[in-house]
């Protein structure tokens, strides 16, 4: 997308907030169409550095195109990107993505070691050889996600929980300082959700930012600090305590999201 459509003449003061070098993104006036239909209409978004922040809404509300556009992968009508202050092409290496893991081609035929290497590349530039510690970063990654054993193991071989941690190897070796991940939750078991957020925890604990588009209301409160709430327009964002509200969720999901749920999330003091 041209990273900075720059809306300073109607918009001067969006732009100034926008441009916020402690957010690791902001976007302001954000507008994203397929053919004619808008799935993001002027979205204003800030995220905190050093936090864990969800993005939630109903199917279809736009977070998965939000991410995309956010790192440049389709292209904005209008709107501006700001990743630690800057336009995309001077930020991008600070940026890790984790694909929605139903958008991968799993049956291309590659390594466990080659997928996480490919994290490597903006470091390696691609026709570079691998060198031993450029391998060892790999390997640690691999480590510090529990499939050190799987090096060698074809990709597509995988289960789905295990493609999952690889792909948030291939994110931690990129060594990034923003950290965006489509479901990185989505068709896994318990114990590699606990595996992800334990890993997500820790980049936190160093200073890093995560971004995840989440599902699971009921889990909201417990992983994140910051929560954005979106349907193809912005319905609330803040912490997680003052915006995570009944009344924000009753907004967002309209009449999808059922009384039981809501019901849940005040017992649980959302
Ligand atoms: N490549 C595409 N071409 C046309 N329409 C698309 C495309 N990708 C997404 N859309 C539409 O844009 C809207 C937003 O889709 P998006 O995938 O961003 O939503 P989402 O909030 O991530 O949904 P989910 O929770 O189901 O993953 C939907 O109406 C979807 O059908």
Redesign the pocket.
């Given at each position: 997308m041209a990273e900075t459509l720059t809306l300073a003449a109607t918009h001067g003061a969006r732009t100034d907030r926008a441009a916020d070098p402690a957010s690791p993104l902001a976007v302001r006036g954000l507008t994203v169409s397929?053919?004619d239909?808008p799935?993001l209409f002027s979205v204003d978004a800030t995220f905190p550095a050093g936090a864990m922040s969800a993005i939630v809404?109903?199917?279809?509300?736009?977070?998965?195109?939000?991410l995309?556009a956010a790192l440049g992968l389709i292209p904005a009508v209008s709107g501006e990107v700001r990743v630690f202050g800057q336009g995309l092409a001077a930020a991008r290496d600070r940026i890790a993505y984790v694909p929605?893991r139903a958008s991968v081609d799993w049956d291309f035929p590659t390594t466990v070691i080659d997928v996480v290497l490919m994290g490597r590349y903006r470091r390696l530039g691609l026709f570079r050889r691998v060198s031993r510690a450029e391998r060892a970063a790999a390997t640690d990654a691999l480590a510090r996600v529990g499939m050190e054993g799987f090096a060698d193991r074809q990709i597509g071989q995988l289960s789905g929980g295990q493609q999952q941690r690889v792909f948030l190897a291939r994110a931690l070796a990129q060594e990034a300082d923003l950290y965006l991940l489509?479901?990185p939750f989505a068709g896994v078991d318990a114990a590699t959700e606990r595996a992800i957020i334990d890993v997500l925890k820790a980049l936190k604990s160093q200073g890093q930012s995560v971004i995840a588009?989440h599902?699971d209301l009921s889990t909201v409160a417990e992983y994140f600090d910051h929560v954005f709430l979106?349907n193809v327009r912005a319905m609330g964002e803040g912490p997680v305590a003052t915006a995570f509200t009944p009344e924000a969720l009753a907004r967002t999901y309209g009449g999808r999201l059922a009384a039981t749920q809501l019901d849940q999330l005040r017992l649980t003091g959302a």
């Open positions: 397929y053919g239909k799935a809404g109903p199917n279809g509300a736009g977070k998965s195109t939000f995309k929605q489509d479901e588009v599902h979106v």
